[in-house]
């Protein structure tokens, strides 16, 4: 069993910038990829940003230049920064990451619960 526990949403005004955090706890052998997930009402889940365990990243077109992914492998945690918020970026932000828990065991994806984001005046 893995849980990700996402904090530091919220309420944010345009321009502004909001710094999002997941913990991931429980049976962890090792990490592979983490990454952040949004999905805004009527929308598909999109991903937003990723990070492997050695540190190389991907974003979305969409977020490039704005928002910065991180992770501490000591603590099992990822971390999103978000700079240069606007309206289009409110969603509700999902934690991923893919666990190794055994080492003879094959990764297995897990899923935070959510975390809301929104961007307004």
């Known amino acids: 069993q893995v849980q990700l526990v996402e904090s530091g949403g919220g309420l944010v005004q345009p321009g502004g910038s909001l710094r999002l955090s997941c913990a991931a706890s429980?049976?962890?052998?090792?990490?592979?990829?983490m990454g952040w997930y949004r999905q805004a009402p009527g929308k598909q889940r999109e991903l937003v940003a990723a990070?492997?365990?050695?540190?190389?990243?991907n974003y979305a077109d969409s977020v490039k230049g704005r928002f910065a992914i991180s992770r501490d492998n000591a603590k099992n945690t990822v971390y999103l920064q978000m700079n240069s918020l606007n309206p289009e970026d409110t969603a509700v932000y999902y934690c991923?990451?893919?666990?190794?828990?055994?080492?003879?065991?094959?990764?297995?994806?897990?899923w935070g619960q959510g975390t809301q984001v929104t961007v307004s005046s």
């Open positions: 991923n990451a893919e666990v190794l828990q055994r080492w003879y065991d094959r990764p297995r994806d897990y």
């Open positions: 429980g049976l962890i052998f090792s990490i592979n990829n």
């Open positions: 990070i492997a365990r050695g540190g190389s990243t």
